[in-house]
């Protein structure tokens, strides 16, 4: 027998609880242990007037954002909407049923002004850190480094030839914060190249093709996490560069060591490994950059073991290259502008040597450049023989996973506000929302103790 639905009058009082509908095992019930945003408007307090209508309560907007990036809601004006209608949302951002939800564009006004100034964004992704080690996450024993291009808002038919540089014309306050960002060495001091085109719509963001497809407009998000649950440690924002990346690495060790007190452990160039071994005490699990394999058969530098005590290589015919085959009445400095030294072969070795046209067949005699920083470059060579190192390079597959999930489950594969200080803003928001959410998961709600 069909049912039939019973319409009976209104009743005229109603006794309604968010809290009895919002689902136990939700997302955010589970994220909001983890969310202390007590002593907000005290850190925001020297950022607003005294006078004037009352804004936004910050700490509601502080949630809302939460909200956006742990679940992928990339829209402001979305965002706004969905907290309006979803019970758990509201919940989260304790509104009730009759709170009042800011308009979309009150709400970005806000966002984009008092936060920025304050660094309040940052020290929420620290707080996240912090939790993360109270909650015994953190194993402070192994760490990885890397980047991931995000596509910026801003396309190729907006540009203008690098060469030309920016329009007299250009302004915005992307454009204010490339010009302020161009001595940084994160974005418009990275590098000395000229890019193939500058956007007027956000200049910072760098024309790339490094994926290999369609050139785009791009920032770089980098990471430094603990291996131990792939916790996000640091964050950092820089131009589509690797010489950024390298100083983008820098920058989170330091900072890291300097918040956390924790020494974490990049890029293979023979500078950064110095830097790491010399001048951090950190042993590099690092793949080697090394370019000195040849394409047409002759011996390559791995070729010519190095000698350290002698300081000479040693041909595969037995014979020594050094610096110099005679002494000097005037010590020379032996090393060149771009931090080389040059060990040379004899020539009258080579003339009479049957390796020679596998060896040098266009010049008179083998040279060999050496890096000043070769030192350390040859530790991580020998780390990466061991086991050790295997086992090290299958963990820091966790942080390019942090990226795919940072991409397909949050979104964030295309930036919505530009400039460098845009991008800052959500890739602090976005580590902050994969911590939160990992703490979720990895700390469950009947594991928590009451307080006493």
């Not at 963990?395 to 400039?419: N, T």
Request: glycine share 6%; with cysteine; hydrophobic share 35%.
């Amino acid at each position: 027998m069909m049912g039939e639905r019973h319409i009976d009058q209104p009743a005229l009082f109603y006794e309604f609880s968010l809290e009895h509908h919002v689902p136990s095992d939700h997302l955010l019930r589970s994220i909001d242990r983890f969310v202390d945003l007590g002593d907000i408007r005290e850190q925001l307090r020297p950022y607003y007037s005294e006078t004037g209508r009352p804004s936004i309560d910050p700490e509601l907007m502080i949630r809302m954002l939460i909200i956006g990036y742990c679940m992928g809601i990339r829209s402001e004006r979305r965002l706004c909407d969905e907290v309006h209608l979803n019970l758990a949302y509201r919940w989260f951002c304790r509104l009730g049923l009759e709170g009042t939800v800011p308009d979309h564009s009150t709400f970005s006004k806000n966002r984009h002004g008092r936060f920025r100034d304050s660094d309040l964004l940052r020290q929420l992704f620290e707080a996240t850190v912090e939790r993360c080690m109270a909650e015994g996450m953190v194993g402070g024993e192994g760490f990885a480094v890397d980047a991931s291009m995000i596509k910026a808002d801003a396309n190729r038919q907006r540009s203008v030839p690098g060469d030309e540089g920016l329009p007299d014309e250009a302004t915005g306050q992307a454009v204010r914060e490339y010009l302020a960002a161009l001595d940084d060495t994160a974005f418009g001091a990275a590098t000395p190249v000229v890019p193939k085109f500058i956007s007027l719509a956000d200049p910072a963001a760098r024309w790339t093709g490094a994926n290999g497809g369609h050139a785009f407009f791009a920032y770089c998000t980098n990471y430094l996490i603990d291996l131990k649950h792939a916790v996000i440690m640091d964050v950092e924002a820089t131009t589509a560069v690797r010489q950024a990346e390298v100083t983008a690495q820098r920058i989170m060790i330091d900072r890291t060591q300097e918040r956390f007190g924790i020494w974490p452990a990049g890029y293979g160039s023979a500078e950064n490994l110095a830097w790491l071994v010399h001048e951090r005490g950190i042993e590099p699990h690092i793949p080697v950059f090394d370019k000195s394999a040849r394409s047409d058969g002759s011996f390559a530098r791995a070729d010519f073991p190095y000698d350290h005590q002698h300081d000479c290589y040693t041909c595969p015919a037995g014979k020594e290259l050094k610096q110099y085959h005679r002494t000097y009445a005037t010590p020379r400095p032996g090393v060149d502008k771009d931090g080389f030294m040059r060990y040379r072969a004899s020539k009258h070795d080579c003339d009479a040597c049957s390796l020679k046209p596998r060896c040098c067949p266009g010049q008179p005699a083998r040279k060999i450049p050496r890096s000043i920083h070769e030192g350390a470059r040859d530790m991580a060579r020998e780390i990466a023989k061991t086991d050790a190192y295997v086992t090290s390079r299958r963990e820091r597959k966790k942080v390019e996973m942090l990226f795919a999930h940072l991409k397909r489950i949050l979104k964030l594969d295309r930036l919505r506000l530009r400039g460098p200080n845009g991008a800052r803003d959500e890739f602090l928001l976005a580590a902050t929302a994969q911590n939160l959410r990992k703490l979720a998961k990895l700390i469950p709600m009947q594991q928590l103790v009451p307080a006493t």
